[in-house]
């Protein structure tokens, strides 16, 4: 049994690699109002601040990343360094790559945007109620089909023995095969009602007409043409070995538990297209830096119009008091996408949190600057949240000018 270990323990500190280069080019100076930063120093010094294990950054500017940096130790309270290679898990963060994985099957003419459930899925799943059947993609993606947000019964549904008896597709299809007959509605006011169920109904519409597993998609589609070598899903350390910064669990008492592998180190992967991706920060900075051109450098993914309708507005979010770290709690959404008035801001800004509990990661994009701002760390909760975004303030601040 590993030493639980309370939230207040300080790790000890530790400094990343600065560097040196990233797809063949040299790292870039920083611009003139980005000033003398030395990322290294912030990181730690906002790390050590926080009580955090681990914590990453990264800034993308016209597609070159110009400041990158990992501090910190992959056990909290462990001698064991993090690198630039190491692998943060980026929860909810994969919706966005799920949605461009819809994009393509809508590209294709596999799918449309206003494509429903029944149409799709119709002959897996009979006697779905009217309301589920109707529907569609586009309201998946945008929370707004009137799945409600993770309950007690659908996380009975996440957690049960049936994931021994099926592989992943099937097992999701089987999933909403136990929850078809419930209907669904739409709240008044705003639609908006954050669904990972929904987006796991959206997973199996892309593997249903693509012929491919969601994990076969993401990988082929998503991970290689953007060359993210460390990209993965699961669990962030390999099975056996401390090789990355593993996710945190913080007790009712406040004890921490370094979660290192299996089942309870990340979500059930049923619900991987919902958000079970993993990667470095070097790697996400490459995603970031894709969304933040707009479709203006390779590799071509989606045509333009789809990445626009993937980067636009759907609907407005309505305000939540406190949301858990991870979901949005204001603003509008679009596919995959949040959109954000932050008052360090001189407009909206495309945005995401992702959490698995365990871990927690946000990303900022400004479209109009072609700049992108991913911040990663391996613990959850408030107080990760609240460094995360101080980090992200503070480096987006640095570079918009």
Do not use: C
């Not at 461009?100 to 029944?118: C, F, H, K, P, Y």
């Not at 999933?175 to 209907?183: F, G, M, R, S, V």
């Not at 460390?230 to 009712?252: C, F, N």
């Amino acid at each position: 049994m590993m030493t639980q270990l309370t939230a207040r323990t300080a790790p000890p500190k530790f400094t990343s690699r600065v560097l040196a280069g990233l797809m063949g080019a040299m790292l870039l100076a920083a611009p003139a109002t980005a000033g003398d930063l030395d990322l290294d120093s912030y990181l730690e010094t906002v790390r050590e601040e926080s009580g955090l294990p681990a914590l990453a950054a990264a800034v993308v500017k016209d597609g070159k990343t110009v400041a990158v940096a990992a501090v910190g130790t992959r056990i909290l309270g462990k001698d064991l360094p993090v690198t630039l290679d190491d692998r943060f898990h980026i929860g909810s963060n994969t919706k966005s790559m799920t949605a461009t994985l819809a994009g393509m099957m809508v590209d294709e003419g596999r799918l449309r945007w206003d494509s429903s459930i029944g149409e799709v899925l119709g002959d897996d799943v009979k006697g779905m109620s009217e309301s589920l059947a109707n529907a569609t993609l586009e309201q998946l993606l945008s929370h707004s089909s009137g799945i409600p947000s993770d309950n007690e019964s659908i996380g009975d549904l996440y957690f049960n023995a049936d994931v021994f008896d099926y592989n992943l597709s099937a097992l999701r299809v089987h999933l909403i095969d136990q929850w078809k007959t419930n209907e669904i509605t739409v709240p008044d006011g705003s639609p908006f009602q954050y669904s990972n169920l929904g987006y796991l109904i959206a997973g199996v519409m892309i593997e249903k007409t693509s012929g491919t597993t969601w994990e076969q998609l993401i990988r082929e589609r998503i991970f290689e043409p953007l060359e993210m070598q460390t990209a993965g899903l699961g669990p962030q350390a390999t099975y056996g070995k401390l090789d990355a910064p593993v996710g945190h669990r913080i007790g009712p008492d406040g004890t921490v538990t370094p979660m290192l592998w299996g089942p309870a180190a990340d979500g059930p992967q049923v619900i991987a297209p919902a958000g079970n991706a993993h990667m470095s920060v070097v790697d996400y900075a490459k995603w970031a830096g894709w969304n933040a051109g707009a479709g203006e450098r390779g590799p071509e993914l989606v045509s333009a119009d789809t990445l626009q309708q993937l980067h636009t507005p759907k609907v407005v979010t309505p305000i939540r008091k406190n949301p858990p770290p991870g979901t949005p709690g204001t603003g509008d959404y679009g596919f995959g996408w949040g959109f954000v008035e932050f008052d360090w801001a001189d407009k909206p800004l495309m945005t995401h949190n992702g959490s698995n509990s365990m871990n927690l990661a946000k990303i900022v994009v400004d479209l109009d600057r072609d700049l992108a701002v991913v911040v990663m760390t391996n613990y959850p909760g408030t107080t990760a949240d609240e460094a995360a975004g101080k980090v992200m303030q503070h480096l987006y601040e640095a570079y918009a000018e």
